[in-house]
């Protein structure tokens, strides 16, 4: 079995296992614990509505928001230490994101590179 990742998001915490990525709230207060339950919901009912191809799977998703099950990156970007030329193709990326009508929060930490392929792997809220 392969090795676990854990990485901690602002209401969520992500399980990086074989291929997937598994997304649950945070228990740190209420606050978190109900904002991560609805970023959760929201890219459930995103991807159910849109199924669009700039947006990371989702493979499975509670109907409570209790987990989300998505489809794992094969690389993400900092926010931090980009260099130039990635920069400029994540900032176009993020501008046809736009232009999509795609729920869209400018970091590039909430973009994963997917074989040749970049897609938002953060689209809650």
Not at 18 to 30: H, T
Not at 36 to 59: I, T
Not at 62 to 86: H, K, Q, W, Y
Request: hydrophobic residues 45%; aromatic residues 12%.
């Amino acid at each position: 079995m392969g090795k676990i990742e854990l990485r901690k998001g602002a209401t969520r915490c992500v399980f990086l296992l074989r291929g997937v990525a598994v997304k649950i709230p945070m228990f740190c207060s209420w606050e978190s614990f109900l904002n991560g339950l609805l970023a959760n919901l929201q890219e459930r009912k995103f991807w159910r509505e849109m199924k669009h191809p700039m947006l990371a799977r989702v493979l499975y998703g509670d109907p409570m928001g209790l987990c989300v099950v998505m489809e794992r990156a094969d690389e993400t970007f900092s926010d931090i230490g980009v260099p130039a030329n990635d920069r400029r193709v994540l900032n176009f990326f993020f501008a046809r994101c736009a232009k999509a009508c795609l729920p869209v929060d400018r970091h590039f930490s909430n973009i994963g590179r997917f074989g040749n392929k970049l897609k938002l792997i953060d689209y809650g809220d």
